[in-house]
């Protein structure tokens, strides 16, 4: 039988994390999406507490990541604010996959920043996966990388990737010269042939600073490349897992929000929350959150017990699936128990709702 009870420890970390996310994070959502960015001051909260440096304890980080944990840790973040959710983890993956499949010169020289109390709250990473042609699956990746003596040819395109356009710590998804080759880089500063364009305007996710990628004939030295596919396939199923998890998180917190609301509103006489066409979309939602959130516990984890390649990339792929399915669904219905009250921004959950659409 399944079993994915928390231990101790976990249940600490969740604490802390659901803490920071009510205490801090919820109430600056909407400040932090009219600026576009982070304030510094809540990122040198959360680097205090150790919950941004999950890398070896050889670089200072705070130990190996494990899924499970940052499953939790991320859906709490999120029920927060989805937004700055993904502005701290999207950060975090482009030394997080340096951590999982790179050298260990490329390691030393990648990670401390991010480690350091002086230098992490300033830290940006990033990891460049999706594209315009496709979602966040590892079968949508099409911008190759040839190899050309020592270097390697870079061509096609990413899309919304977070901190792309200010992150000193650049990694990309490439598709190699096969179609099971999964190719990672870290880019360099300064490569000819990269077109970087700041996303404007966007829908949602305004907290989490984002940016197009184009490649044309980018040539980039061979060693830039990470080494370990197995590692580079490991990141891509975790941040699968992770965004799966903060949908989950922006569900949950449009859930109980629209909750609350429908028992404190009276309509002819009685909490709006009694009447069977808002109690069911409520009812509804809950459940198909326990389901999702059950797919993205069970594809944790397997990524933390190291199940074969071919289950993991199947069971984080079906979790990221539905959580974003549920976030859409789950705001939208939000707002339709509110009425318009919903789409008035002295409530989050318009705000949720744009920041749930804008993960696909």
């Known amino acids: ?43 040198q909260t959360l680097t205090r507490t150790g919950l941004t440096s999950p890398f070896p304890e050889l670089y200072g980080g705070s130990g190996p990541i494990e899924a499970i944990t940052y499953a939790l840790i991320a859906e709490e973040l999120a029920y927060g604010d989805g937004g700055l959710a993904s502005n701290i983890l999207g950060s975090m993956m482009g030394p997080l996959t340096v951590a999982l499949a790179g050298s260990e010169e490329q390691q030393e020289h990648a990670i401390p920043p991010f480690c350091d109390p002086q230098t992490a709250p300033t830290a940006r990473g990033s990891l460049a996966f999706a594209e315009h042609t496709g979602g966040y699956t590892l079968a949508e990746i099409t911008a190759t990388a040839r190899r050309d003596g020592d270097s390697y040819i870079l061509n096609g395109s990413k899309r919304n990737v977070i901190h792309g356009a200010q992150s000193a710590l650049r990694v990309v998804l490439l598709r190699g010269e096969g179609p099971q080759s999964l190719l990672a880089f870290i880019l360099p500063e300064q490569l000819a042939g990269l077109r970087i364009s700041p996303d404007l305007e966007k829908l949602g996710l305004l907290a989490a600073p984002s940016a197009s990628y184009t490649f044309e004939q980018a040539s980039i030295p061979a060693d830039a490349l990470l080494s370990d596919q197995n590692g580079v396939l490991r990141a891509a199923t975790l941040y699968a897992i992770l965004r799966a998890a903060i949908a989950c998180g922006t569900a949950r917190a449009a859930l109980e929000y629209a909750s ?28 198909k959150l326990d389901a999702a959130r059950l797919l993205l516990w069970n594809a944790a984890s397997n990524w933390d017990k190291g199940v074969d390649n071919a289950t993991l990339v199947r069971d984080a792929e079906a979790a990221q699936f539905q959580a974003l399915k549920i976030g859409k669904a789950a705001t939208i219905d939000a707002l339709q128990v509110m009425g318009g009250a919903g789409f008035i921004q002295d409530h989050p959950v318009e705000m949720w709702m744009r920041n749930a659409a804008a993960m696909e």
Do not use: C, N, W
């Open 1 to 43: 039988m399944l079993h994915f009870s928390p231990t101790e420890e976990q249940e600490e970390i969740r604490s802390l994390a659901h803490s920071l996310a009510t205490e801090q994070l919820r109430p600056q959502g909407r400040a932090s999406e009219k600026d576009g960015d982070i304030s510094l001051a809540l990122m």
């Open 260 to 287: 609350d609301y429908a028992r404190e509103r009276v309509a002819f006489g009685r909490p709006i929350v009694s009447y069977q066409g808002i109690a069911f979309i409520i009812a509804e939602t809950a459940m």
